[in-house]
């Protein structure tokens, strides 16, 4: 619904959107919207390590719902090394559409969280190792290639160096929205929300409610589900 009434208004001319499952089930949902005055811009590289597509990239699904143009970046969407993302961010057709992603007055965006059998593993875009290496570091929340602590910083490491997006100093500039829901994702999202980047955030009514506390136990798992299953039950009956 946001994403749809956006479009009706028209405001945004260039839309920059992340990918991920959330949002690849958002673009499922949205019916068919013209929107041929918007452009819509990847914010990060649409191949995994084994240079297969991502099949959650969202950017030609946008463009069969609205008919806007939309631009992809053919490159992994994190380079082997510091120097390699150097060398891709200069090639001809690259650096137009990151120019374009500097441009966007909304950034639409996902939160991933750090785990080993998370989106960002599953998707082949880091390896297991890559994984502990991020946790030894503190992180607990991706966004858009950058990785953040439980409060809410930038970490500054070499994953995040290698990724094919924008600057971290950059995504300070833009508006960003960003989706995410499930308790699984309390820790995450909460970590992003600290980092105060978020012009908005929308959220299940059950992740909310978690969110509003001030525990920071993680909330994954069978146990925190009924443990907030029963408190919802004995809620219904004090009320």
């Known amino acids: 619904s946001f994403l749809r009434q956006n479009l009706e208004r028209g405001e945004d001319k260039i839309i920059g959107v992340g990918h991920g499952r959330t949002l690849a089930a958002v673009v499922e949902q949205l019916p068919q919207t013209p929107a041929r005055s918007v452009q819509f811009v990847s914010l990060l590289g649409g191949l995994t390590r084994k240079f297969a597509a991502n099949p959650f990239d969202v950017i030609h699904r946008l463009a ?3 008919g806007a143009e939309a631009y992809l970046l ?4 994190f380079a082997n090394s510091v120097a390699d993302r150097a060398v891709l ?3 001809f057709g690259i650096a137009e559409v990151f120019a374009l992603a500097r441009k966007a007055s909304l950034l639409f965006v996902g939160i991933g969280q750090i785990h080993a059998e998370g989106f960002l593993v599953s998707s082949g ?5 890559e ?3 991020l946790k030894r570091a503190g992180a607990c929340a991706d966004l858009l290639g950058h990785f953040f602590n439980a409060n809410g910083e930038l970490l500054d490491i070499d994953l995040s160096a290698r990724a094919t997006s924008m600057e971290g100093a950059d995504l300070r500039k833009h508006r960003i929205v960003a989706i995410g829901g499930g308790l699984a994702k309390v820790t995450a999202l909460r970590a992003v929300l ?6 908005g955030l929308i959220i299940d009514e059950a992740t909310a409610q978690a969110l509003a506390t001030d525990k920071l136990e993680a909330t994954s798992g069978k146990d925190k589900n009924n443990k907030t299953e029963n408190k919802r039950q004995k809620g219904s009956k004090r009320a």
């Open 194 to 199: 600290r980092s105060r980047l978020l012009h």
């Open 64 to 66: 069969e719902r609205t």
């Open 131 to 133: 994984v502990v290496e």
């Open 125 to 129: 875009m880091i390896r297991p190792d």
């Open 89 to 91: 961010m200069k090639q």
């Open 74 to 77: 053919p490159v992994p969407v």
